[in-house]
């Protein structure tokens, strides 16, 4: 079975990202507006996850429809925000084709898939799914950054005794993914995300027909530059 299928799906998850709740407050607010769509869009929240966002998309106006594949995630977003939400996986959208004026894919959810042809496919499916105009945008972590990041600290146990959870990070042996176990609960996990450079990001985007329109370098709306932490594409459907 594919890591993602249970690393999210489980009650830790909640526990390794507890402080993505307090994040919310000021990523909502900014990722909506870096979306830019005018109030009364239909946008589809891909990955919704627990709903974290979905109130500051809400009160934007957007009319929203979440998608995830995680049962636990999608149970909870419906205990706390119910909106019309679906089990689904990115590389098989149950909408029609045109059917959006956004796409909204915040806090690095691409790159999941095990190969390009898989992680291509989610952003055609993203393409496939908006309507001609319609805008993408896909918030990821920047490549450069993780690399400083994790330079000194590579291939050690990091204990984050407050928040319940140990966790040791490598790169792959080819350099394009990163490997991050965690122990949390008794219990390992073990994310492998795809970090793609600029070139590779805006080459899906182009091959998808969503050339990018706009590249950030943080929830503020700065220009991207390579050692930014957040790497936020917004995308227009040919
Ligand atoms: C890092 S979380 C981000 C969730 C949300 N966008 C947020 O900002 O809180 C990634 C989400 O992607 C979902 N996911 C993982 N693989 C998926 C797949 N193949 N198809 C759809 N969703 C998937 C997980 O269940 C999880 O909720």
């Known amino acids: 079975m594919d890591w993602f299928f249970r690393d999210f ?16 407050g000021l990523e909502g607010p900014a990722l909506t507006a870096l979306l830019d769509l005018p109030r ?21 106006g957007l009319e929203i429809f979440g998608g995830d594949l995680s049962p636990l995630n999608l149970m909870r977003h419906q205990a706390d925000h119910p909106v019309p939400l679906v089990r689904l996986d990115f590389r098989a959208l149950p909408f029609r ?11 690095t959810s691409w790159g999941y898939f095990a190969t390009e042809e898989d992680n291509l496919r989610q952003i055609t499916e993203f393409a496939r799914v908006l309507r001609p105009g319609g805008a993408l945008l896909l ?5 450069s950054f993780l690399q400083s990041a994790l330079a000194g600290v590579e291939g050690d146990w990091l204990e984050f005794p407050e928040d319940g959870y140990l966790e040791k990070a490598r790169w792959s042996p080819d350099g394009r993914r990163i490997l991050t176990e ?17 070139s590779e990001v805006r080459a899906c985007l182009h091959l998808a ?13 700065r220009p991207w530059t390579q050692q930014a932490e957040r790497w936020i594409y917004r995308a227009i459907k040919d």
């Open 9 to 24: 799906d489980h009650p830790a998850y909640f526990t390794i990202y507890a402080d993505k709740a307090a994040d919310a």
């Open 40 to 60: 009364g869009s239909r946008v589809l929240d891909l990955p919704c996850g627990w709903g974290r966002l979905n109130p500051y998309l809400c009160a934007q």
């Open 97 to 107: 084709p045109s059917c959006a004026d956004g796409v909204f894919c915040a806090f």
């Open 139 to 143: 918030d990821l972590a920047g490549r």
């Open 182 to 198: 965690r122990l949390c609960q008794g219990e390992a996990f073990c994310h492998d995300i795809w970090i793609p450079t600029d």
């Open 209 to 221: 027909g969503l050339p990018v329109s706009q590249a950030y370098g943080g929830l503020d709306g």
